[in-house]
């Protein structure tokens, strides 16, 4: 990126953020379903740990498969915190934050200094060993009854209580999240995790030998994206005000990886994008095969989400957001017009 | 069941000491093996025809996934690798789901069910069968890596791709090969565990969990090594079923994994050079 190309960028990015804050906060008054506000508050959720997903693959190039988990450890230390100890709501949410990020830390420091599989090993083993706990924990976690009558958050003294309060709630803390990831991937963080990361065109060996530590940057980058499932984690518990260990499972883990891989990795739009369509096209399915399909539920689902993130890997490794700079080199190859695209 | 771990951190092992993939639908083979057989096995065939259809199947399959998702990205990223056996095992989950639904399956004991009993312990044939079973693959394998053409040629490309091809192996060959062997070995032990098991469509992740763990423990680098870590890991989970409670039994195993993978990443019998056969 040359210096001159820099505040075009940032108009561009500025004009783009604009616009999406319109789109969001305008949707609410074109419709007054709740269910399409109870999908978008869920496509917020989800975005907000796809972002912290997205920082991780795309800039820390480290699959984890523990999002889930950490979005139920942010779920449950609300709802145990505020309905077991009385605690304010607001309190709760920001204490599930470090729990989170620490035990981010303690997985992450020991084994980002190893090679690139280790971690997804090591967060699918702690996936399963934090849902077995959300499970069997039953005097504290309700097991699979779960715990209910978790208290609504309020903002002096205005409680939130329905689904549009939720909507702004959610969106406003997307929106915050975004602005800080796109500042961490500017920043010096950011930098020096482009430098090891092969997708922009980096080296690891030729980044440490220039002083940068990668395993420090992964580490606080994974630790990053723990906190950001942590929070979205505390906002799902104090919207739906009961919760189960059903949404913290690995498939839900899994689910999270491929709306990153469809928006495209190391996007942060890629990662709302990515929420987007993949809440759509799962409420798609729901509406369309049990009418299309005898007797079918969720396999069809299922399969659908490991096609869509085979034939992504396979023709558009950069996901969605790239997109329109294949059409064009697409377009231009057609038109029999010799002109390098820039990915 | 830690046998049953240690053929899945085997065929985890042959794939990645070959290809650098970490296959996430190594445990989804095992799965197919025991869906297949007991489907051809309650359509009237015997028992042998069974195991030994389903067995090539899934070597097929195996073939057919390195084939079609992990050949056309190869050389991509580790990430993108991982993500692409996760795409692949979520669709053979699925698939199998429309197949077969979510019940439990099982066959008949192989030969009979008349406990066997050595000096007051009294085994169960399946499980013996099982044990031995594994220990003749483990040996099986470690033959033909040390004594055939094939297998040394596989080794060669193992350690040292680019040597390999040098002299005329065709490393790429032994991606394809690796992906049908390990998927074979899946299938076998698939069949064999099913008396025991009564294993179901979801059984597949947690299996290539297990294995993993198994193989991380053996240290990658050596066929011994993933056997004892598969029985370790097997031992472990009883003990821990019976001391702690059964409904814990997964995570303390997954508590091992992580605990060797902090202090001993290279596993607790593996070298200095890990990562090879």
Known sequence: MTLRGIPETNRLRRGAITLFVILVSGLPLATKSTYYLTIGNFIGLYAIVALGLALLIGYAGQVSMAQAAFFGIGAYASAILTTKYGFNPWLALIIGLPLGASIAGIIGIPLLKLEGHVLAVATLALSIVIYTFFVQLRPITGGYDGIGGIPRLSIGGFVLSSDLHYYYLIWTFVLIIFLLSSNIVNSRVGRALRSIHPFFGGSEIAAQSLGVSPAKYKVQIFMVSAIYASLSGSLYAHWMTFINPEPFGIFISILMLIMVTIGGMGSLWGAIIGACVIILVGELFRELVPRLVQGAAGEIEIIAYGLILVLILLFMPRGLVSAPALFKGWAAKTMGRVRRVSP | ?277
């Open chain 2, 1 to 277: 069941m830690g046998s049953i771990y240690a053929i899945v951190g085997i065929g985890f092992m042959i794939i990645y000491s070959v290809t650098r993939v970490v296959n996430f639908a190594q445990g989804e083979f095992l799965m197919l093996g025991g869906m297949l057989s007991t489907t051809f096995h309650l359509n009237g065939f015997p028992l042998g025809i069974s195991i030994l259809l389903s067995v090539v199947i899934a070597t097929l399959l195996g073939m057919f996934f390195y084939q079609t998702i992990i050949y056309p990205i190869r050389g991509a990223p580790a990430f993108a690798l991982i993500l692409m056996t996760f795409g692949g095992s979520i669709m053979i989950r699925g698939i199998a789901m429309l197949c077969w639904g979510t019940d439990p399956r099982s066959l008949p004991y192989f030969f009979g069910a008349n406990p066997i009993r050595i000096s007051g312990a009294i085994l169960n044939p399946q499980a013996v069968w099982v044990i031995v079973s594994t220990f003749l693959m483990a040996v099986g394998i470690f033959l033909f890596f040390r004594f055939t053409i094939h297998g040394k040629a596989f080794l060669a490309s193992a350690t040292n791709a680019f040597l390999a091809t040098l002299m005329g192996i065709k490393t790429e060959r032994m991606g394809l090969f690796s992906f049908a062997l390990a998927a074979c070995l899946g299938a076998l032990a698939g069949a064999i565990m099913t008396p025991l098991t009564f294993p179901h469509v979801g059984i597949g992740i947690h299996l290539s969990v297990k294995g993993f763990t198994a193989a991380l423990i053996g240290g990658l680098n050596r066929i011994e090594g993933v056997v004892a870590g598969g029985l370790a890991l097997g031992v472990l989970e009883s003990l821990g079923a019976g001391f702690v409670s059964s409904g814990y039994k997964d995570a303390i195993a997954l508590v091992v994994l992580l605990v060797v993978l902090t202090f001993r990443h290279q596993g607790l019998l593996g070298g200095a050079e890990a990562g090879r056969v």
